[in-house]
């Protein structure tokens, strides 16, 4: 990316272009691991920027690229280019995580943002109504392509976008059965992963109901006033009187 005042001078940039076949690949180790190069659906705004030495590094990949493109193809050319793409394409990786960390205040601040777009989501029930928010859901209001979010967010936190999400639906139900004293449903469906995550969505599974807390009243000691002092104690958890109602099946008891 670049950019420049109009001034009304033509300006015709200028630089390489890596373009091939997808026959090339076909059959050959970096065919199969292809699609583990996510920055292919980064956006312009989220190009990599390149040092001085990094930019020669990538310079020494197309001219190797181009020496085997100049010369008569013979039974090691096929190797030899797709190994220098590869060579190519585990560079721009490696460069990528060096933008990831150096642009750390950056990524900071967009963790934030991320933190309070999910606050802000369960909060207003949209996850009751409508599910879990997406990935893509995410990505749109951060305004970032989904795999660099996801990329970023992996780099740091070490957890995927997807279950940045799901941990903080569990994180959410927890508070939600540690602040109240009621019955509390919470329905269960299945994710395009096939994970079991809190909230609706169209692959619904099950419904969990979880009864209300039981306390019990112990006496204690003796206060200043000669009267007995009581302990509200709650009690602990009881898994066997939880109710699990299944998809088209009526109750299901879950037992120690």
């Not at 979010?149 to 995927?160: R, V």
């Not at 639906?169 to 004293?181: G, H, Q």
């Not at 419904?207 to 000691?221: A, F, N, S």
């Not at 009267?227 to 009187?241: C, G, H």
């Amino acid at each position: 990316m670049f950019g420049a005042e109009d001034d009304g001078m033509q300006f015709q940039p200028d630089g390489y272009l890596l373009m091939f076949h997808p026959d090339l690949l076909r059959n050959t180790p970096l065919g199969r691991i292809m699609r583990e190069y996510s920055f292919f659906s980064y956006e312009t705004n989220e190009a990599l920027h390149l040092s001085v030495e990094e930019r020669q590094i990538i310079m020494d990949c197309f001219h190797k690229i181009q020496y085997e493109l100049n010369h008569p193809i013979h039974r090691h050319s096929k190797n030899l280019i797709t190994d220098s793409i590869k060579t190519f394409l585990d560079y721009c990786t490696r460069f990528y995580d060096r933008q990831f960390i150096t642009r750390d205040n950056q990524n900071r601040d967009i963790l934030a943002r991320f933190e309070r777009l999910l606050d802000e989501y369960f909060h207003d029930g949209a996850a009751k109504r409508i599910g879990l928010p997406t990935v893509q859901y995410c990505a749109d209001k951060l305004c970032l392509s989904p795999n660099y979010f996801s990329d970023l967010l992996k780099k740091e936190t070490g957890s995927t976008a997807l279950h940045f999400i799901h941990d903080k639906s569990i994180e959410i139900a927890k508070t939600e059965l540690a602040s109240t004293d009621d019955t509390v449903k919470k329905d269960i469906c299945a994710d395009a992963d096939g994970n079991l995550v809190f909230g609706l969505g169209e692959n619904y599974v099950a419904q969990v109901e979880i009864p209300p807390k039981e306390y019990e009243y112990i006496e204690g000691e003796t206060d200043a006033e000669g009267k007995k002092t009581v302990e509200r104690v709650q009690k602990d958890f009881d898994i066997s009187k939880c109710t699990l109602i299944l998809w088209s099946i009526e109750e299901v008891y879950i037992n120690e």
